[in-house]
């Protein structure tokens, strides 16, 4: 089974601080951020070459947003569980989300809701490959 | 003139309420989640690291809520200071650290305005120009003998249609709303800002270049 120590992250936000503070909260429970990007095209191509267990993926971002990345994340990335991080989550993103079968977890300061989804999914993926 | 009907006012009033939310949301979560850290983090030069990081954050919060204020034409908004004389040089090298702007020359003279008042003008037109520019955008400065003015040229890859309409309230263009997230304020709160101190904010195009002028009054 995967260790908390070894779970490694993406994480894809424009805002250069938030992608500071993930990396330094993400630290503190041990999970590793192997990789950064600021917009969903970066996150394709930066989770195709590090594989991670998990993408930490915003939604609003600009040039390729986190909506139009999932597909091709998914197709590109199997083995790379996503998980939505947004600032807001209205009934349009709720809804994309439950279809795609991602977790939606919402920015607020608080790592706990986050790094609980990250284990969730990493546990998933350990069952699965022991399946 | 084209009235709104109840229907287009709902979804502008819950448009501009998910991007205030959206906006406000990225520095809070800097600052809450900065600060948690902070307050158990035992390496000192970690802390150190991070204080700059919050401070931006901090006043990114208080020129989102200067934006509404002076968006909703509020007098709340209006400064309680008066001008200074002040030298544009370093309020410009602010505006344009991180971004693509290349600054050219220098201003001839100080300006008379509002320090604060000016730094969050050029804040708003630096920040549109580097977001919509195609190749980096230049910043240099022109005078007269009432005024100095500085001007933003802004490549752009096609026409900006309605350009006058950036400065409507809550306006986005068709780039705007496909590019990035916004509240749609930056025109013409720079330009509210600038007519407190005498001046004024003016936008044209020409060749594929966006043209923004920032002009402000000299002292007396």
């Known amino acids: 089974m995967t260790s908390p120590r070894d779970i490694e992250v993406v994480v894809a936000d424009d805002e250069m601080d938030i992608r500071l503070l993930l990396k330094l909260q993400l630290r503190q429970f041990g999970i590793s951020v192997v990789g950064e990007a600021s917009d969903g095209r970066e996150a394709i191509d930066v989770c195709e070459s590090t594989r991670p267990h998990v993408v930490v993926l915003d939604l609003l971002m600009p040039t390729m947003s986190g909506f139009e990345a999932i597909p091709e994340l998914q197709e590109r990335c199997p083995d790379v569980k996503i998980i939505a991080y947004s600032a807001v989550a209205g009934d349009f993103a709720r809804t994309e989300m439950e279809r795609h079968g991602i977790p939606l977890r919402l ?6 809701p986050l790094v609980a989804a990250i284990r969730e999914l990493v546990d998933e993926l350990d069952a699965d490959r022991i399946g | ?62 020129r ?27 309020l410009v090298a602010e505006a344009v650290a991180g971004t693509a702007v290349e600054v050219v020359g220098h201003p ?19 920040d549109n120009a580097n977001r919509y520019c195609v190749s980096p955008p230049t910043l240099e400065f022109d005078s007269d003998a009432e005024t ?8 752009v890859d096609s026409v900006v249609n309605n350009l006058e309409l950036g400065f409507e309230l809550f306006f986005r263009g068709e780039v705007a709303v496909t590019t990035s997230p916004g509240l749609g304020v930056g025109l013409p709160v720079a330009r509210a800002l600038a007519r407190l101190d005498g001046g004024d904010v003016h936008i044209e195009q020409t060749d594929g270049v966006v043209v923004t002028r920032l002009t402000l009054p000299r002292p007396s």
Do not use: C, Q
Not at chain 2, 120 to 125: C, F, I, P, R, Y
Not at chain 2, 148 to 155: A, D, K, W
């Open chain 2, 64 to 90: 989102l809520l200067d934006d509404l204020l002076i968006a909703g034409g509020v007098s709340t908004a209006h400064p309680v200071d008066a001008g200074t004389e002040l030298d544009l040089e370093p």
């Open chain 2, 1 to 62: 003139m084209t009235t709104l009907g109840a229907d287009d006012l709902d979804l502008v009033r819950r448009r501009v309420i998910n991007v205030v939310g959206h906006e406000l949301r990225t520095p809070l979560t800097t600052i809450r989640g900065l600060a948690e850290l902070m307050s158990t983090a035992s390496d000192e030069e970690l802390r150190e690291t991070l204080i700059p990081t919050l401070v931006r954050n901090a006043r990114r919060a208080e």
């Open chain 2, 148 to 155: 100095i003015t500085v001007i933003l040229r802004t490549p």
């Open chain 1, 107 to 112: 920015k607020n300061g608080d790592p706990e």
């Open chain 2, 108 to 126: 001839d003279g100080p300006v008379h305005a509002r320090r604060e008042k000016v730094s969050h003008a050029l804040g708003h037109l630096v």
